[in-house]
């Protein structure tokens, strides 16, 4: 492939992976080398074969060992379970049997074996919905490459022994790649696929790489050698740079290394106001797994787990076992933070196999969340049993989503009740006093919040659900997108509404929908009277940060202001203003092209 020489300036726009910026020469990661033949063999090659092909099985083992251990040194446990999942892939039994048997049957060479079951199985869990299906496929490969590398006697010598700085650009990058790779000279990752969720990414943020997935071709478009940026915080790439961006990108990238290393000295800090009001800045999950970067960017608790993806990354119910597990899992780890369990939220855009889902015209208003559980009460049943049995030893408490009216809360309450009864009955320890909450995501809610208040111990307001009803504007849809605003009069009236009644009642109050980690709705919520937020762990620091530099004096101020304008524009542009004032430095500004 060759890249156009003496062109423009191209901006290319993907997915901000992983945080930073970098400007490198670009190192360009052709496809996978290794050709596969089928060798036919004799009846005498047979047993040579075998033996060949448990040698590789054992090397593989042994370097996928390797590699998990480094990853442990270098990034911690988390990521190192990536490498479990190779393991589980390698020491498959059907893998060992099917090779056994086509060698014998078959008498073709062994990696045409492997790799023909190696793609089946890489196949089949690409056509499942989901991006854990499709992380297990990726899996798949990276195990495959490895392991016909070692029967071929190949080293995969792209990465090793660099010797200045350069940018990767792949079309993809397994996490074995990323775990090899030497962040001094790896500056920067770009690969033409992968989400903010893939396993690279995440790696690629646990080692400090700057990363943009997503770019779809940026492959096509660089050579090696030639000088690339790209911002992690953007998405961005620019290729062919011109003398004066490469100029204000250095800049950039100085600005936000020295603005990350002072955010570092925040991490053991409470999060409170120059003033001493303390906010509890928690963080929302969707899966265990990112229960320990919660705690690595200093976030005081999880705010949101959305259990419902235990069920649609796997594709199928979990039982109240495994379900216990997961959430005993999440709970020891944040001990004695708290873990905000939310019951499913299963309907709207997330339906998954396993259960019969009717065809909606308005799936949103639909049969969702709360209405999903109180229907199939034994669902809710299994949940709140394993829930319950989790909150022995951590802080857990229940919340439930999407409630629209009191009645809905109660009959949830009373199945609990019957719940704890049966746990009573077999002897089983929970914790009695557990609270139970109810997020604030319609405005039917937000407007009968006084109500509600005298019958839960806590409220977390869902703002990505709460503007999508309040605004009559799907959230998910792009030609209504200008539209979605949670700076919208009504939005701002109804928090305000919910957070005035709450106090009145006498209960916590938390905002967890996106709002909450945008800092430039920070001052408002914290003036507002927000007494939690519970944001992506990404923003922890960012927040932590503005929250530790204002007066809850000022706050106030700016929300009463804030409430007066009639227009989501005036709201915005008033924010923007007093932010940039405070706030001269903060990425959010100088980071976002
Ligand atoms: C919300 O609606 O704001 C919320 C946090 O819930 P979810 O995004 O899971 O719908
Ligand atoms: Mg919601």
Same mark, same amino acid.
């Given at each position: 492939m060759s890249a156009v020489k003496g062109r423009h300036e191209i901006e290319l726009l993907g997915? @901000? &992976?992983?945080p930073g910026i970098a400007i490198a020469p670009a190192l360009l990661l052709t496809k996978d080398p290794h050709k596969i033949e089928a060798r036919k063999l004799k009846d005498s090659e047979i047993p040579a074969e075998i033996e060949r092909f448990k040698k590789a099985l054992e090397k593989t083992r042994v370097s996928i060992e390797k590699t998990r251990s480094k990853a442990v040194t270098q990034t911690g446990d988390i990521v190192a379970r990536i490498f479990d999942s190779h393991l589980l892939i390698l020491e498959d039994v059907m893998l060992l049997e099917e090779t056994l048997e086509r060698l014998e049957k %078959? *008498?073709?060479s062994v990696e045409a074996i492997i790799d023909e079951f190696m793609q089946r199985m890489y196949r089949s869990l690409k056509a499942q919905k989901g991006e854990y299906f499709s992380q297990r496929a990726d899996d798949v490969l990276d195990v495959s490459r490895r392991l016909i590398a070692n029967l071929q006697g190949l *080293? $995969? /010598?792209? +990465?090793? %022994? +660099?010797k200045r700085q350069v940018i990767l650009v792949a079309a993809e990058l397994s996490p074995s790649d990323v775990v090899q790779l030497d962040p001094h000279y790896v500056v920067g990752i770009a690969t033409d696929l992968g989400g903010e969720t893939s396993h690279t990414a995440i790696l690629t943020r646990s080692l400090g790489v700057p990363a943009v997935t997503g770019l779809r071709n940026i492959t096509e478009l660089v050579c090696t050698g030639q000088e690339i940026v790209i911002n992690g915080n953007s998405g961005k790439a620019v290729l062919f740079p011109t003398e004066a961006r490469l100029k204000a990108y250095r800049d950039k990238r100085k600005r936000f290394r020295s603005f990350m290393t002072r955010l *570092? *000295?925040?991490? /053991?800090? @409470? =999060? /409170?106001?120059? %003033?001493? #009001? #303390?906010i509890h800045l928690m963080a929302n999950i969707e !899966? @265990? &797994?990112?229960t320990e970067t919660v705690l690595d960017q200093g976030? /005081?608790?999880?705010? !949101?787990? #959305? =259990?419902e993806y235990l069920f649609l990354t796997r594709g199928s119910l979990l039982s109240e076992e495994d379900q216990l597990k997961e959430y005993r899992r999440v709970a020891e780890i944040m001990a004695p933070n708290p873990v905000i369990v939310r019951t499913f939220d299963l309907g709207g855009d997330k339906v998954m196999p396993g259960l019969e889902f009717p065809k909606e015209q308005n799936p949103f208003l639909g049969w969702r969340a709360i209405r999903v559980s109180l229907d199939l009460p034994d669902l809710l049943k299994a949940q709140l049993s394993a829930i319950l049995q989790a909150s022995t030893p951590g802080n857990v408490r229940i919340m439930l989503p999407?409630?629209? %009216?009191?009645d809905e809360l109660r009959q949830a309450k009373k199945i609990l009740e019957e719940v704890k009864e049966e746990l009573r009955n077999r002897k089983i320890p929970f914790d009695e006093a557990i609270k139970v909450g109810i997020m604030i995501e319609v405005p039917s809610a937000a407007l009968t919040a006084d109500a509600l208040a005298q019958e839960c111990d806590f409220f977390s307001i869902g703002t990505n659900d709460l503007v999508q009803y309040t605004l009559a504007? $799907? #959230?998910?849809n792009e030609t209504v997108a200008h539209l979605y =605003?949670?700076?919208h009069p009504a939005v701002l009236q109804l928090l305000n509404n919910t957070v005035e009644a709450a106090h009145k009642a006498g209960i916590p109050v938390a905002c967890c929908g996106e709002l909450a980690g945008d800092p430039l709705a920070t001052l408002l919520l914290v003036g507002l009277g927000l007494d939690e937020l519970s944001v992506s762990p990404v923003v922890l620091p960012e927040i932590k940060k503005i929250i530790r530099s204002i007066h809850s004096d000022t706050a106030r101020e700016v929300a009463q202001k804030a409430l007066t304008f009639n227009t989501p524009r005036e709201v915005k542009r008033y924010l923007l203003r007093t932010m940039k004032k405070l706030f001269a430095d903060l990425p959010v500004w100088f980071t976002r092209d």
């Amino acid at each position: 492939m060759s890249a156009v020489k003496g062109r423009h300036e191209i901006e290319l726009l993907g997915v @901000p &992976a992983s945080p930073g910026i970098a400007i490198a020469p670009a190192l360009l990661l052709t496809k996978d080398p290794h050709k596969i033949e089928a060798r036919k063999l004799k009846d005498s090659e047979i047993p040579a074969e075998i033996e060949r092909f448990k040698k590789a099985l054992e090397k593989t083992r042994v370097s996928i060992e390797k590699t998990r251990s480094k990853a442990v040194t270098q990034t911690g446990d988390i990521v190192a379970r990536i490498f479990d999942s190779h393991l589980l892939i390698l020491e498959d039994v059907m893998l060992l049997e099917e090779t056994l048997e086509r060698l014998e049957k %078959d *008498k073709i060479s062994v990696e045409a074996i492997i790799d023909e079951f190696m793609q089946r199985m890489y196949r089949s869990l690409k056509a499942q919905k989901g991006e854990y299906f499709s992380q297990r496929a990726d899996d798949v490969l990276d195990v495959s490459r490895r392991l016909i590398a070692n029967l071929q006697g190949l *080293k $995969d /010598e792209r +990465l090793v %022994d +660099l010797k200045r700085q350069v940018i990767l650009v792949a079309a993809e990058l397994s996490p074995s790649d990323v775990v090899q790779l030497d962040p001094h000279y790896v500056v920067g990752i770009a690969t033409d696929l992968g989400g903010e969720t893939s396993h690279t990414a995440i790696l690629t943020r646990s080692l400090g790489v700057p990363a943009v997935t997503g770019l779809r071709n940026i492959t096509e478009l660089v050579c090696t050698g030639q000088e690339i940026v790209i911002n992690g915080n953007s998405g961005k790439a620019v290729l062919f740079p011109t003398e004066a961006r490469l100029k204000a990108y250095r800049d950039k990238r100085k600005r936000f290394r020295s603005f990350m290393t002072r955010l *570092k *000295k925040l991490r /053991e800090l @409470p =999060t /409170e106001t120059t %003033d001493g #009001r #303390r906010i509890h800045l928690m963080a929302n999950i969707e !899966l @265990p &797994a990112e229960t320990e970067t919660v705690l690595d960017q200093g976030g /005081e608790g999880i705010g !949101l787990f #959305r =259990t419902e993806y235990l069920f649609l990354t796997r594709g199928s119910l979990l039982s109240e076992e495994d379900q216990l597990k997961e959430y005993r899992r999440v709970a020891e780890i944040m001990a004695p933070n708290p873990v905000i369990v939310r019951t499913f939220d299963l309907g709207g855009d997330k339906v998954m196999p396993g259960l019969e889902f009717p065809k909606e015209q308005n799936p949103f208003l639909g049969w969702r969340a709360i209405r999903v559980s109180l229907d199939l009460p034994d669902l809710l049943k299994a949940q709140l049993s394993a829930i319950l049995q989790a909150s022995t030893p951590g802080n857990v408490r229940i919340m439930l989503p999407l409630i629209s %009216d009191l009645d809905e809360l109660r009959q949830a309450k009373k199945i609990l009740e019957e719940v704890k009864e049966e746990l009573r009955n077999r002897k089983i320890p929970f914790d009695e006093a557990i609270k139970v909450g109810i997020m604030i995501e319609v405005p039917s809610a937000a407007l009968t919040a006084d109500a509600l208040a005298q019958e839960c111990d806590f409220f977390s307001i869902g703002t990505n659900d709460l503007v999508q009803y309040t605004l009559a504007v $799907d #959230r998910g849809n792009e030609t209504v997108a200008h539209l979605y =605003t949670g700076y919208h009069p009504a939005v701002l009236q109804l928090l305000n509404n919910t957070v005035e009644a709450a106090h009145k009642a006498g209960i916590p109050v938390a905002c967890c929908g996106e709002l909450a980690g945008d800092p430039l709705a920070t001052l408002l919520l914290v003036g507002l009277g927000l007494d939690e937020l519970s944001v992506s762990p990404v923003v922890l620091p960012e927040i932590k940060k503005i929250i530790r530099s204002i007066h809850s004096d000022t706050a106030r101020e700016v929300a009463q202001k804030a409430l007066t304008f009639n227009t989501p524009r005036e709201v915005k542009r008033y924010l923007l203003r007093t932010m940039k004032k405070l706030f001269a430095d903060l990425p959010v500004w100088f980071t976002r092209d």
